[in-house]
């Protein structure tokens, strides 16, 4: 029996390659796992075993090689050809995509094997998956607590052994912030690329693929898979450079920079004392340490909140039960659009939207949409300059470990807080990488790691030599026992 908890993607290849397992038998051991524990954690909201199956009995029919034959999950914003994609939102529930998203393309072009579509917050609007409209995702290392979000599906699979990576999506921290709850490596890629056709959007301006994983070295293979031009999105240029494996275990002749103005906006202190200990290694393995400040990311929280909703309001107008998805009949169209957006769209989604349109609207624009985009020229500003002395900026992933549920639902500025650290990052359209640097009262703590636009190369490597160094155990107890 295949035991596919803490199975890396890399370990998974290299069984099919000895002829260990066949890819039906790996496939077989991820479904097992799903079938185990999805019933208490629901990361997954679609699998098609059969298909899955189906597409592992091909690649041992026709040979394999690299990534072939290894099974992936895909969070529910990405279009799957025939396969329902609802972006959490029973607004479409049921609907059908008459293609597939450019990363799901890359993923089947590299034999990859998909187990299924992953629970999210509801158009990736949220930081806890509690906003999904078809139930939550719960942590894999404590039920009684969330998994993050908006990707917190993709991330508990990942966790859980329910796939040995997946991809997810980041407007403003939505995989490193789980990956850092779930205690697994998370990579915000540089803003264009990874294309974003096929992806349902949220924030054309912030939205990114990225992957998550149990190791850095796993997320570069995945990443090299989906990391590539595509023409048919606009604003994508693909990576700079050929995405390398990390293998180094030495930071020597690196500088990191610490911005020490970001960690006074409050740290618990359980995830500060890690934070302090992982930075004192980067120093250990030959790094050059030193303090920095980015003056106007502390009003980040503020920009994004104005930018991201004002980019959804546009966005989630196409919902409206013409075309498709749901549609709810009424007497005249006007009717028939109110009734199909109150029942279609959740709490969240409908707060953002009537923020965007409040700060879109004649009157209001320069006041808040318009500051709000000086405000990012300025962080981006802040970031070049602070790359100017070093080559990579270090903070906490998220200023806790993961909350209980009902926590900061009803609270929308508390639960918005939570990306304080990731949502620059963001702004910026620079890439993040997230990964697990110990545990504080049982719960995995992120650590992350920034850099320049495509740098994602170098970040890989200090995450690869940090991971070699601190040797967390990705596999929650709970389960590694056995646990139901």
Same mark, same amino acid.
């Given at each position: 029996?295949?035991?596919?908890?803490?199975?890396?993607?890399?370990?998974?290849?290299?069984?099919?390659?000895?002829?260990?397992?066949?890819?039906?038998?790996?496939?077989?051991?991820?479904?097992?796992?799903?079938?185990?524990?999805?019933?208490?954690?629901?990361?997954?909201?679609?699998?098609?075993?059969?298909?899955?199956?189906?597409?592992?009995?091909?690649?041992?029919?026709?040979?394999?090689?690299?990534?072939?034959?290894?099974?992936?999950?895909? $969070?529910? #914003?990405?279009?799957?050809?025939?396969?329902? *994609?609802?972006?959490?939102?029973?607004? @479409?529930?049921?609907?059908?995509?008459?293609?597939?998203?450019?990363?799901?393309?890359s993923c089947r072009e590299a034999g990859l094997v998909s187990v299924g579509k992953l629970n999210m917050d509801e158009f990736a609007m949220g930081s806890s998956t509690e906003h999904s409209a078809f139930g939550p995702t719960r942590n894999p290392w404590d039920p009684r607590l969330?998994?993050?979000?908006?990707?917190?599906?993709?991330?508990?699979?990942?966790?859980?052994?329910?796939?040995?990576?997946?991809?997810?999506?980041? *407007?403003?921290?939505?995989?490193?912030?789980?990956?850092?709850?779930?205690?697994?490596?998370?990579? $915000?890629?540089?803003?264009?690329?990874?294309?974003?056709?096929?992806?349902?959007?949220?924030?054309?301006?912030?939205?990114?693929?990225?992957?998550?994983?149990?190791?850095?070295?796993?997320?570069?293979?995945?990443?090299?898979?989906?990391?590539?031009?595509?023409? !048919?999105?606009?604003?994508?240029?693909?990576?700079?450079?050929?995405?390398?494996?990390?293998s180094g275990t030495s930071l020597a002749g690196l500088r990191i920079g610490v911005p020490t103005d970001q960690l006074a906006a409050g740290v618990d202190p359980g995830v500060r004392a890690l934070f302090d200990d992982t930075v004192a290694l980067c120093a250990a393995l030959g790094a050059e340490l030193g303090e920095t400040t980015l003056p106007h990311a502390s009003d980040g929280l503020a920009a994004y909140y104005l930018i991201a909703p004002s980019e959804a309001s546009a966005n989630l107008a196409r919902y409206d039960g013409v075309?498709?998805? @749901?549609?709810?009949?009424?007497?005249?169209?006007?009717?028939?659009?109110?009734?199909? !957006?109150?029942?279609?769209?959740?709490?969240?989604? $409908?707060?953002?939207?009537?923020?965007?349109?409040?700060? @879109?609207?004649?009157?209001?624009?320069?006041?808040?949409?318009?500051?709000?985009?000086?405000?990012? *020229?300025?962080?981006?500003?802040?970031?070049?300059?602070?790359?100017?002395?070093?080559?990579?900026?270090?903070?906490?992933?998220?200023?806790?470990?993961?909350?209980?549920?009902?926590? $900061?639902?009803?609270?929308?500025?508390?639960?918005?807080?939570?990306?304080?650290? *990731?949502?620059?990052?963001? #702004?910026?359209?620079?890439?993040? #990488?997230?990964?697990?640097?110990?545990?504080?009262?049982?719960?995995?703590?992120?650590?992350?790691?920034?850099?320049?636009?495509?740098?994602?190369?170098?970040? #890989?490597?200090?995450?690869?030599?940090?991971?070699?160094?601190?040797?967390?155990?990705?596999?929650?107890?709970?389960?590694? !026992?056995?646990?139901?």
């Amino acid at each position: 029996m295949i035991d596919t908890l803490g199975l890396t993607a890399e370990r998974a290849a290299a069984l099919l390659d000895a002829r260990e397992v066949t890819a039906e038998e790996l496939a077989g051991a991820y479904l097992a796992q799903i079938e185990r524990h999805d019933g208490e954690l629901h990361a997954f909201l679609h699998t098609h075993p059969e298909q899955t199956l189906e597409a592992a009995r091909a690649i041992d029919a026709r040979g394999r090689s690299g990534l072939q034959g290894v099974p992936v999950g895909l $969070k529910d #914003l990405l279009s799957t050809r025939g396969v329902p *994609t609802t972006a959490g939102s029973r607004i @479409l529930e049921g609907f059908l995509p008459i293609i597939d998203a450019d990363v799901v393309e890359s993923c089947r072009e590299a034999g990859l094997v998909s187990v299924g579509k992953l629970n999210m917050d509801e158009f990736a609007m949220g930081s806890s998956t509690e906003h999904s409209a078809f139930g939550p995702t719960r942590n894999p290392w404590d039920p009684r607590l969330v998994p993050g979000g908006s990707s917190g599906g993709s991330a508990a699979a990942v966790a859980a052994g329910m796939a040995p990576f997946s991809l997810g999506t980041d *407007t403003g921290g939505s995989i490193r912030q789980p990956a850092a709850f779930c205690g697994i490596v998370g990579l $915000k890629p540089t803003y264009g690329a990874v294309s974003r056709y096929g992806v349902v959007a949220f924030a054309s301006s912030l939205d990114q693929v990225g992957p998550f994983a149990l190791t850095v070295r796993d997320a570069a293979l995945l990443y090299s898979v989906i990391a590539r031009d595509d023409p !048919r999105d606009s604003t994508n240029v693909g990576p700079r450079e050929p995405v390398s494996l990390p293998s180094g275990t030495s930071l020597a002749g690196l500088r990191i920079g610490v911005p020490t103005d970001q960690l006074a906006a409050g740290v618990d202190p359980g995830v500060r004392a890690l934070f302090d200990d992982t930075v004192a290694l980067c120093a250990a393995l030959g790094a050059e340490l030193g303090e920095t400040t980015l003056p106007h990311a502390s009003d980040g929280l503020a920009a994004y909140y104005l930018i991201a909703p004002s980019e959804a309001s546009a966005n989630l107008a196409r919902y409206d039960g013409v075309r498709y998805g @749901l549609r709810v009949d009424a007497p005249d169209v006007h009717a028939m659009y109110e009734e199909t !957006r109150r029942r279609g769209f959740g709490a969240e989604v $409908k707060r953002r939207i009537m923020i965007g349109t409040y700060a @879109l609207s004649a009157g209001y624009f320069d006041a808040y949409y318009g500051q709000a985009q000086r405000v990012r *020229t300025l962080i981006c500003r802040d970031f070049a300059a602070a790359f100017e002395r070093f080559d990579a900026l270090v903070l906490p992933t998220a200023p806790s470990t993961a909350f209980a549920f009902g926590d $900061k639902v009803d609270d929308p500025l508390a639960m918005y807080a939570n990306d304080v650290f *990731t949502l620059p990052v963001n #702004l910026a359209g620079l890439p993040g #990488l997230s990964i697990p640097c110990g545990l504080s009262d049982g719960m995995p703590v992120g650590f992350q790691l920034i850099g320049p636009a495509f740098s994602e190369n170098r970040l #890989l490597e200090i995450g690869h030599a940090l991971e070699q160094a601190i040797g967390f155990d990705a596999r929650p107890p709970r389960l590694s !026992r056995g646990v139901a």
